[in-house]
């Protein structure tokens, strides 16, 4: 994959989370902000827990920092996977949310 279609699809998963999160609000009490800088997101959960969300443009890679851990991931067959254990991005994503949250919360991919 070349740098321009990683950042192209990299872009695209940092967008739909942002929307994600917006429809979430809208459906949910789940109150969750989101605060993007270049090529990182921050969400914030009411009890001030965060995930971030970030680029790793030399690696080709997306990471995720949630209180449950860290985890990288890369594109894969279509779908941004854990380098290490194969989980989906989204999959972690809407664990990850639902812990922070305290409530089920449904992250899909755009």
């Known amino acids: 994959?070349?740098?321009?279609?990683?950042?192209?699809?990299?872009?695209?998963?940092?967008?739909a989370v942002e929307a994600q999160c917006d429809r979430l609000n809208e459906r949910t009490d789940a109150d969750i902000d989101n605060q993007r800088v270049g090529g990182m997101i921050t969400l914030v959960f009411p009890d001030r827990s965060q995930i971030v969300i970030n680029l790793q443009k030399p690696l080709h890679e997306v990471w995720l920092a949630a209180r449950s851990g860290g985890y990288h991931y890369r594109l894969a067959d279509g779908a941004w996977r854990d380098t290490k254990t194969g989980e989906e991005f989204f999959e972690r994503l809407s664990q990850s949310a639902s812990e922070h949250a305290g409530m089920a919360l449904r992250f899909d991919p755009a």
């Open 1 to 15: 994959m070349t740098d321009l279609e990683y950042l192209d699809r990299a872009e695209a998963l940092l967008s």
